[in-house]
Structure formats: C-alpha cells, structure tokens
C-alpha cells in the first residue's frame, strides 16, 4: 500500500523492472554493476603509471546496455534521482577514501538541463560514504559539448577551462565525479583546476566507461 500512496505523490518507476515508487531499484541497479579500477586516467594502464603518475580512475559498469539507457535517462530524459541511486551503488563497490570531498564536474555553460547530472550521482556517493559534496567547479570558458566532439577536438580544450572557487582542500581527498568517462579531458581540467588548493591527493569516478575510448581518440601518452 505505502508503494502505491507514494506512486500518487511521486509517480515514477523503477526503468528496469516497473517497480513503482520507485526511480531505480537498489536491486536492478546493484545487478549490472561491474567495477574496474584503479586505472590511469589518462592512458587506462596500470597503476602505479610510470608516464603519469597517480591519477587513480575508477568506474563501476561499461557504458553499454542499461547502464547507457540509464545515462540517458539521466541526461536527456529528465530523469534526474535516477543519478542518486547510481551514486549510492558506485559507493557501494568502489573502495571508499579515509577523508574526502566529493566533488561533481560542472554542468557546461549554457546547457539546456536544469540540473547537473554529475551532482546526483555525487550526492548518491556522498550520502554512503558521509563525506561533504563540494560544488565548487566552474567553467571558466564557453567550450562546446563534449558529446559534440570527436575525440581529437575534445583534447583542444584549454587547460584552464575549468576552475576551482571553493575553499582550500586542507589535505583532504579530491574525489571527482561524472557520469561517463570517454577520453577524461573533463575530468583532466577539472584536476588542473583542483591542484593548487591543497588536495591531500586525488581520484576520478564514472559511473561508466566507454567501450569505444580507442575509437574516440582517448588521451595519448604523453597528455
């Protein structure tokens, strides 16, 4: 009954098996969940990254089947607490910082969403985890979408495109969040924007990666 009342307060529905009251069920989520990590983010190898350094990426599914559906049910199809559960099962599988800021990638300049699907997902890590969500990312120059670009053009983005205008980080652990990682260019600037505030270190979450990364030109050594 309790299922029903809240269907007529908030009518929604699991997208995976109907369930309703229901934005994601922590069950159908948990069962397409298929971690990886730690990675470099900028070449996918193995860490320690001798080119790199420690860039640790971690990701809980491949951006394929419904795990993509739900991405694009997130983006695009306004469904935006489906982000908070995927952000609760990632902080699920994924190995948890002793002490850390969770912190989204910004929304791009003049986006038609009226939410940050980065920041659900975030707030889904922050709430099991416990640590404070940070919204601190800005972008600092218009860039096009990078779902628009080809992968060679989304390495073109300026290395100051995004900055930093939250506080100083006293050592804590940056622990930055989008929803997809295809080259990782967002996620790169957004660490540039982060370094000179004091991060007692750093970690890059998707909740997917791209199965086609190579085909879209993801970041070369040496980036």
Not at 31 to 58: F, K, N
Not at 68 to 88: F, I, Q, S
Not at 153 to 174: H, N, T, V
């Amino acid at each position: 009954m309790l299922e029903y009342l809240s269907h007529l307060i908030w009518p929604s529905s699991c997208p995976l098996c109907g369930k309703i009251g229901q934005d994601l069920c922590p069950i159908c989520c948990s069962q397409m969940l298929d971690p990886s990590g730690p990675a470099c983010l900028l070449c996918e190898g193995p860490l320690p990254c001798d080119i790199h350094g420690g860039l640790p990426w971690y990701s809980a599914v491949p951006h394929s089947g419904m795990a993509r559906e739900l991405v694009l049910l997130l983006k695009y199809r306004g469904n935006a607490r489906v982000g908070l559960e995927m952000g609760k099962q990632m902080a699920s599988v994924l190995p948890k910082p002793r002490s850390a800021v969770i912190i989204p990638v910004p929304l791009h300049r003049g986006s038609s969403r009226k939410y940050n699907q980065a920041r659900w997902i975030a707030s889904g890590i922050s709430k099991v985890w416990g640590f404070p969500l940070m919204d601190g990312l800005k972008w600092s120059k218009a860039i096009s979408c990078q779902t628009s670009l080809d992968g060679p053009d989304r390495f073109d983005m300026p290395m100051d495109a995004i900055s930093w205008y939250g506080p100083f980080l006293k050592e804590q652990e940056a622990v930055i969040v989008d929803d997809v990682k295809t080259t990782g260019t967002t996620l790169y600037r957004s660490y540039l924007a982060l370094r000179d505030y004091s991060p007692g270190g750093v970690r890059f979450l998707t909740w997917s990666r791209s199965v086609n990364v190579k085909s879209k030109g993801g970041i070369p050594f040496g980036t």
